[in-house]
């Protein structure tokens, strides 16, 4: 049985997110579909973790396991000359028995995009979230320092998650603006909780706006409760940028 790693880049915006589900179509499902109309064999393509629906990815990466004796690049090509054009594997090669790519993962980098002018655009609707108010970057990035190191996120974690150990390690954070108003707030951490990047756009950006202070994030993460944070960001705004092995 060989081991194939994939690098995959993908618009969720059709798609039901990462995990195949009853209620959509999934990443996952069409690229195990397409993987087995090459090597008539079903197959299990493991990501490096989920994302949800309306979320993008920029580098995604997969593994699965298989009997085929088809060269990697044979594979490579013909899976991509199979899959929807709003799917892309970027890079597909052989690697040892041993590589899983969630368990291995060791840190992730997302990156929420965000349309910051007064007049909304026409174009790239579904790839960013649109605010015509005024962001202040200098207090979105005082509150944004709040969230290094490491924390019990529970105040950015989705109503209802059933996971028990909410603390998390946030390495970095880092916002910028360019000239036409796109706005990139970079987070990376060693994992990530349902929706914590999206709770914790929605709380900065209430801050940007004037709507909290600053130092209000200290407290919001220290009342380890849902309710007190910021709106969810929209999920398409987000994208997974990169996993880190």
Avoid at 12 to 21: A, E, I, M, P, V
Avoid at 120 to 132: D, T, V
Avoid at 179 to 201: C, H, P, S, W
């Amino acid at each position: 049985m060989r081991n194939f790693k994939m690098v995959v880049e993908y618009d969720g915006t059709s798609y039901c997110g990462w995990q195949r589900q009853e209620n959509g179509i999934s990443i996952q499902q069409v690229l195990e579909e397409t993987i087995r109309l090459i090597t008539c064999e079903k197959v299990t393509v493991v990501g490096s973790g989920r994302t949800d629906a309306g979320v993008h990815a920029l580098n995604q990466v997969a593994n699965f396991r298989s009997d085929t004796r088809l060269p990697a690049e044979i594979l490579y090509r013909g899976i991509n000359g199979l899959l929807p054009q709003d799917i892309v594997v970027k890079a597909l090669e052989e690697v040892a028995a041993d590589f899983h790519a969630q368990r291995d993962v060791r840190g992730k980098v997302y990156v929420y995009r965000i349309c910051n002018k007064r007049l909304r655009s026409a174009l790239g609707r579904n790839y960013f979230w649109f605010i015509h108010h005024p962001l202040d970057l200098s207090l979105m990035e005082q509150a944004a320092q709040y969230l290094i190191g490491r924390h019990d996120f529970s105040s950015f974690c989705a109503t209802g998650s059933d996971v028990k150990d909410r603390h998390r390690t946030v390495t970095g954070i880092n916002i910028d603006r360019d000239e036409d108003g796109l706005l990139e707030i970079t987070v990376e951490a060693q994992g990530f909780l349902k929706y914590m990047v999206r709770n914790i756009v929605g709380t900065l950006v209430e801050i940007g706006r004037g709507k909290r202070p600053p130092e209000e994030m200290k407290k919001i993460i220290d009342y380890r409760d849902r309710d007190i944070a910021g709106i969810t960001a929209p999920a398409r705004g987000l994208y997974l940028k990169e996993v880190k092995y």
